[in-house]
């Protein structure tokens, strides 16, 4: 069974751009959610998707959102990028997410942006 | 915003040493997970613990739930060179989903040969 995939692996960028970045879940998993992990912070939740819904939001700006799409597929736009916005994107997947026991989560192996 | 606080930050160890590092919270957890990340890689799931007092092994890693629900702790039994990474914990907090895990630091390991 494939894992989490993440695409791109590697992204360099200047400030005030956008990105777009993809993530395949396990097949069969419903739930995609995004981290971001730097140095400083560690890993921090940035949002859970479930059936094309967001189901819940970390403590991050406007300036970044995703979406899923109905084959579970999601991605992650952060617009006008600031220097502070280089970290690896980690995203996870899981059977149901929710609240439900057994539900581990999956990560890929991280899209690591870095912002010039 | 919730934390979990995990020790040591990191550990430099002989090979064939035991390893111990532990989790805490002040809010209660339904589910404790353990996670090894390896250098430009996403963590991996190594254990997870769904009821408190729950006692889990997975080859040399024994993990625990603990009774209060604010605590877990890891051990690795005879360390080798490839148990060199990052451990984190994670978990949701208690009645919030499993798509939203709150990690801890990190515990750095390091194994000399």
């Known amino acids: 069974k494939a894992g989490v995939t993440q695409t791109p692996r590697y992204l360099i960028k200047t400030r005030g751009q956008q990105v777009t970045l993809s993530c395949s879940p396990i097949?069969?998993?419903?739930?995609v959610s995004w981290y971001q992990q730097t140095p400083g912070q560690g890993l921090q939740f940035l949002f859970e998707?479930?059936?094309?819904?967001?189901?819940n939001k970390g403590n991050f700006p406007g300036r970044f959102s995703g979406r899923q799409f109905s084959n579970s597929r999601s991605e992650m736009n952060v617009s006008t990028l600031e220097l502070g916005d280089s970290a690896l994107y980690l995203c996870?997947?899981?059977?149901?997410?929710?609240?439900?026991?057994?539900?581990?989560?999956?990560f890929g192996p991280g899209t690591r942006l870095t912002v010039l | 915003g919730q934390q979990l606080n995990q020790s040591p930050q990191s550990m430099f160890i002989q090979e064939g040493e035991d390893v111990s590092m532990n989790c805490t919270s002040s809010?209660?957890?339904?589910?404790w997970l353990w996670y090894k990340q390896d250098p430009g890689e996403g963590p991996v799931l190594l254990i997870a613990?769904?009821?408190?007092?729950e006692l889990t092994s997975n080859g040399r890693l024994t993990a625990q739930f603990g009774i209060t629900r604010k605590d877990s702790f890891l051990n690795i039994s005879a360390s080798i060179p490839s148990d060199v990474g990052i451990y984190f914990c994670?978990?949701?907090?208690?009645?919030?989903?499993?798509?939203?895990?709150?990690f801890g630091k990190g515990t750095k390991l390091s194994v000399k040969p």
């Open positions: 097949s069969g998993h419903r739930s």
């Open positions: 998707y479930f059936s094309e819904t967001q189901r």
């Open positions: 994670a978990g949701p907090l208690y009645g919030g989903s499993q798509g939203n895990l709150i």
């Open positions: 996870a997947s899981g059977i149901a997410g929710g609240h439900g026991s057994y539900n581990e989560q999956f």
């Open positions: 613990l769904y009821k408190a007092g």
């Open positions: 809010s209660i957890f339904n589910t």
